[in-house]
């Protein structure tokens, strides 16, 4: 299988504060999903990005597929943001996600 | 619907006891995962369907692990004779593969303690 590795495993930031998790992954892949974990357990999904640069508000990623990683940029962060970050690869077009084993960020008032 | 659904929401369950956890994903959705996570953990894969086939169990840990999807829209995991190893949340997701876009959307979980 394609190993996922996360980085920091830890985040501990004070509100306002930016930030950058990266995402490093074995082989190839046909396409990259980033996910927030809330406290509840639910995975929320961020991006789906197999490549480029996307923004969402005060989130934005890059996936450089050919160095075979991806950056999460959380700018200005909030309390809320505080969770798991989970980065996830798909092999191929079928099949499953293999994922990383997250980063825990916890954003302090 | 308009997202996956799980239920239960969470289940305690002695050791030894039978359990039936249920999935259902978005409607449309011809591919459906089952994935467990550990405490602490990622989720890691159990097993996949593309409508009623199963194309894929190589992550079930042992043969109490079943999963079926008969219709191709609602799916059941059961777990027989449960351990306390069995205990996690147990996550499913679904995706409707669009060319190559197969962005893949998650059910809140079902928490499983055994005890």
């Known amino acids: 299988g394609i190993q996922v590795e996360q980085s920091p495993p830890d985040l501990i930031l004070q509100e306002g504060a930016n930030s950058t998790l990266r995402c490093n992954f074995s082989d190839s892949v046909n396409n990259l999903q980033w996910f927030h974990q809330n406290p509840w357990g639910q995975l929320i999904n961020l991006f789906y990005?197999?490549?480029g640069t996307k923004q969402n508000g005060r989130l934005s990623a890059t996936t450089v597929a050919t160095e075979r990683y991806s950056l999460l940029y959380i700018s200005s962060s909030q309390t809320t943001d505080s969770g798991v970050y989970f980065c996830?690869?798909?092999?191929?077009?079928?099949?499953?996600?293999?994922f990383g084993r997250g980063t825990q960020l916890t954003v302090w008032p | 619907g308009a997202g996956v659904s799980q239920s239960p929401r969470y289940k305690v369950a002695k050791r030894g006891q039978d359990v039936a956890l249920r999935c259902d994903p978005i409607s449309g959705h011809v591919s459906l995962f089952w994935y467990q996570q550990a405490l602490g953990q990622g989720p890691e894969f159990l097993t996949y369907?593309?409508?009623?086939?199963?194309?894929?169990k190589s992550g079930l840990p042992s043969d109490r692990f079943f999963a079926e999807r008969p219709e191709g829209s609602v799916s059941t995991l059961k777990i027989q004779r449960t351990q306390q190893e069995d205990s996690a949340v147990y996550l499913c997701?679904?995706?409707?593969?669009?060319?190559?876009?197969?962005?893949?959307?998650f059910g809140q979980g079902t928490r499983l303690t055994v005890v």
């Open positions: 990005i197999p490549s």
């Open positions: 369907f593309q409508n009623e086939a199963q194309l894929d």
């Open positions: 996830a690869v798909h092999r191929s077009t079928l099949g499953r996600l293999y």
């Open positions: 997701a679904s995706s409707r593969p669009s060319g190559a876009n197969t962005e893949a959307f």
